[in-house]
């Protein structure tokens, strides 16, 4: 109760209040008071003039007082809200509506290295922030869709995430919250970089964990190989003393060899520690031996197109492994197409690096599937149609060649896989 009566007594109205109460009692009882005194008309006259002289000097006075204490009251909670921000833990800068940077504290120059000289204002802060121009300007446009959409209201706070850059060009993983004052937004900076860097080193710990299960789960699947070969063995042995034909057991001996290699390939891939045999090879070319397979054992539904650079595309690689890759993902566009489209290939080139693109026209990649496409074990298939293995070991092998694989997906309008490879320059040939 008596906060709110220390917050009314430093308020305009209570200002007019008091205002209103003097000059209620003085207009109602002065006159009353002089004329019990005073009979000569004349004198009554002169002496309410001046009656009225005093009450508007001290009025006067009483509002000069009030406006003072009223003053000196918003410039001590301004100056304790200026020095709890100056002190606040966590970096923070003040904009004025027209772009000025008022202030920046202490945390925000030892995070940033930056003064409140260095950005003056807002564009400079843009500037420095973000240095890559084609995210400063959707960092722009998001701060003003922002603004208009009315989500930066007086009371209400707006949180967003950026990669921003430091004085000396570090790069920070940044939450913005930005909170609207009347005539400024109070911007505070939370660095979430050191989190993030955990966040992904526990993520990697789960995994290895599973790697772990995965173990476990191919070593009983591979004794289940190796009883079927000790089995079959032992039947030829059986088989060959009394003459009889020991086809369908060497065949079973084959197929289990086949099965177990192929397990023990999967792990190396996917521990990235299988040996790569290595060589120049083309990229155009590898694509269109792909297309020569598949094209004879994928549904006439699929039209397979292909879309080359022109002359060659030179990589150092090991041609088994990104055939494997590039057929891991048309198998993958085959499957999400059952009723039919286009398969799309394309390659193209820049300074550096050579671009594979496969595109499909299937279902999409659901938005919060679409961050685990390339994680061990992850699959939408249903259960016995996937080992959730494919895209990581496609993932590894790009890894493993110095490369880079990223996804783009669209519900109802396909998926698109960018793979990055370095170039070969004529140094190399």
């Keep these: 109760m008596f906060k709110h009566l220390q917050r009314f007594r430093s308020s305009p109205f209570f200002v007019v209040l008091v205002y209103a109460f003097f000059g209620f009692l003085w207009i109602k009882y002065s006159d009353l008071f002089l004329e019990s005194l005073v009979r000569d008309t004349t004198a009554l006259t002169e002496l309410q003039t001046w009656k009225g002289w005093l009450f508007i000097t001290f009025t006067a006075m009483l509002l000069y007082l009030l406006v003072i204490q009223h003053t000196r009251e918003l410039l001590k909670r301004a100056d304790e809200t200026r020095q709890l921000m100056l002190m606040a833990p966590l970096p923070l800068f003040v904009q004025k509506n027209d772009g000025r940077i008022s202030l920046v504290n202490e945390a925000f120059t030892t995070q940033f290295g930056y003064h409140q000289s260095d950005i003056p204002t807002s564009k400079t802060a843009y500037e420095k922030f973000f240095q890559i121009p084609d995210y400063r300007a959707k960092a722009q446009m998001d701060w003003e869709a922002d603004k208009k959409a009315g989500q930066l209201g007086t009371s209400s706070k707006r949180e967003r995430v950026y990669q921003v850059n430091d004085k000396s060009g570090t790069a920070h993983t940044v939450r913005f919250f930005v909170i609207q004052q009347t005539s400024s937004y109070i911007i505070m900076c939370q660095d979430i970089t050191e989190e993030l860097l955990l966040r992904e080193s526990l993520h990697q710990s789960e995994k290895m964990s599973a790697v772990g299960q995965m173990a476990g789960g ?134 550096t690096h050579a671009i594979i693109r496969c595109h499909d026209t299937g279902g999409g990649i659901a938005d919060e599937v679409l961050p685990h496409v390339f994680e061990p074990f992850f699959t939408t298939k249903a259960e016995g149609e996937g080992t959730g293995l494919g895209l990581s070991v496609v993932y590894g092998t790009i890894k493993s060649h110095n490369g880079h694989i990223s996804v783009q997906s669209v519900i109802g309008k396909g998926t698109t896989f960018e793979i990055s490879l370095p170039l070969l320059t004529n140094d190399h040939f």
């Design 218 to 351: 191919i070593a009983h699947d591979f004794n289940n190989q190796l009883a079927i070969i000790a089995g079959a063995l032992d039947l030829v042995s059986m088989n060959r003393s009394d003459g009889r034909d020991i086809k369908a057991e060497v065949n079973a001996i084959s197929s289990a060899v086949q099965h177990a290699s192929s397990l023990t390939s999967q792990l190396l891939l996917f521990s990235r520690r299988g040996k790569l045999e290595m060589k120049q090879i083309d990229l155009n070319q590898l694509v269109d031996n792909l297309i020569q397979i598949i094209s004879k054992s994928f549904t006439k539904k699929i039209n397979i197109v292909f879309q080359r650079t022109e002359g060659v595309l030179l990589c150092n690689g090991d041609p088994s492994r990104l055939s494997n890759c590039l057929l891991n993902l048309a198998i993958n566009a085959r499957d999400a197409m059952p009723s039919g489209g286009a398969l799309s290939f394309e390659t193209a080139a820049t300074q």
